[in-house]
T-cell receptor, first 112, second 112 residues
Framework: NAGVTQTPKFRVLKTGQSMTLLCAQDMNHEYMYWYRQDPGMGLRLIHYSVGEGTTAKGEVPDGYNVSRLKKQNFLLGLESAAPSQTSVYFC???????????FGQGTRLTVV | DQQVKQNSPSLSVQEGRISILNCDYTNSMFDYFLWYKKYPAEGPTFLISISSIKDKNEDGRFTVFLNKSAKHLSLHIVPSQPGDSAVYFCAPRGTSYGKLTFGQGTILTVHP
């Protein structure tokens, strides 16, 4: 049982380049989330999805887009990367009931 | 406006003693309060939670206390072990779609 899997684990981008981070979960969870973690700031919610075909903005959505074409996948896109987007990105999923979210292992992104 | 604060960036404890991690929040609409543990280069993992209608929840060496009137919760680890050394995040859950709001985290170091 893989849980939540993120691809890739590491990436270095040049300013202005684009990329897509992939998140896959095998727990049949309805809800999926993208967070970013920066030093001293905990994890902040970028975007989230409450079901296939739905997306919504979180606390820090600017510069990112997301899509949830399949229930098990949640994609995070950066159209034109900026150095301020250097961070560690975590995907998570959760069910509709009581309980916490399950997190992937993270993607460390550096924008130079 | 920081809704969740963990005012101690770090805590150092001797093996076998008690570790107490604290968390303050401002949003009275949180319905569940979760603690996550995070090792370097890994995603956060769920540790323990407490419902807003309770004031204590215990799971083995871990106990979480909730004081709703003070908007304060704490995590007690007794006895502390070197393997408990990690970053601990307080993460209250809102009532909509399981979204978590994270504190800044506390680095716990347990010395042998």
């Amino acid at each position: 049982n893989a849980g939540v899997t993120q691809t890739p684990k590491f990436r270095v981008l040049k300013t202005g380049q684009s990329m897509t981070l992939l998140c896959a979960q095998d727990m049949n969870h309805e809800y999926m989330y993208w967070y970013r973690q920066d030093p001293g700031m905990g994890l902040r919610l970028i975007h989230y999805s409450v079901g296939e075909g739905t997306t919504a903005k979180g606390e820090v959505p600017d510069g990112y887009n997301v899509s949830r074409l399949k229930k098990q996948n949640f994609l995070l896109g950066l159209e034109s990367a900026a150095p301020s987007q250097t961070s560690v990105y975590f995907c998570a999923s959760s069910g509709q009931g009581i309980g916490g979210a399950f997190f992937g292992q993270g993607t460390r992104l550096t924008v130079v | 406006d920081q809704q969740v604060k963990q005012n101690s960036p770090s805590l150092s404890v001797q093996e076998g003693r008690i570790s107490i991690l604290n968390c303050d929040y401002t949003n009275s609409m949180f319905d569940y309060f979760l603690w996550y543990k995070k090792y370097p280069a890994e995603g956060p993992t769920f540790l323990i939670s407490i419902s807003s209608i309770k004031d204590k929840n215990e799971d083995g060496r871990f106990t979480v206390f909730l004081n709703k009137s003070a908007k304060h919760l704490s995590l007690h680890i007794v006895p502390s072990q070197p393997g408990d050394s990690a970053v601990y995040f307080c993460a209250p859950r809102g009532t909509s779609y399981g979204k978590l709001t994270f504190g800044q985290g506390t680095i716990l170091t347990v010395h042998p």
